[in-house]
């Protein structure tokens, strides 16, 4: 089983930033690729942000130009720096990693984490 552990979000500000991290675990042998999804209430899903373990990044065009992704292999770690929020911005974030582990190629997601955009 692979796990990850979401952190970072909050309340904060029109305007302000916020940084989400996600730290994978469990049984992995190589990742392929790791993102952010997104979801507020009473709206789709929504893909943000992909960063390929070998460094290329792909970004929704609602946030390209605020938000940036990065990762730290050797942490297994997956970065989300968020700017110049606003309150569209308001939604649970999802991490999720594609992996290769022991039971072979799987996607996993993270519990969620609340960001809310509101003076």
């Known amino acids: 089983q692979v796990h990850l552990v979401e952190s970072g979000g909050g309340l904060v500000q029109p305007g302000g930033s916020l940084r989400l991290s996600c730290t994978a675990s469990?049984?992995?042998?190589?990742?392929?690729?790791m993102g952010w999804y997104r979801q507020a209430p009473g709206k789709q899903r929504e893909l943000l942000a992909t960063?390929?373990?070998?460094?290329?990044?792909n970004y929704a065009d609602s946030v390209k130009g605020r938000f940036t992704i990065s990762r730290d292999a050797s942490k297994n770690t997956v970065y989300l720096q968020m700017n110049s929020l606003n309150a569209e911005d308001t939604a649970v974030y999802y991490c999720?990693?594609?992996?290769?582990?022991?039971?072979?190629?799987?996607?996993?997601w993270g519990q969620g984490t609340q960001v809310t955009v509101s003076s």
């Open positions: 960063i390929a373990w070998g460094g290329n990044t």
């Open positions: 999720y990693v594609d992996s290769r582990g022991a039971s072979g190629r799987g996607t996993y």
């Open positions: 469990g049984s992995i042998r190589n990742i392929y690729a």
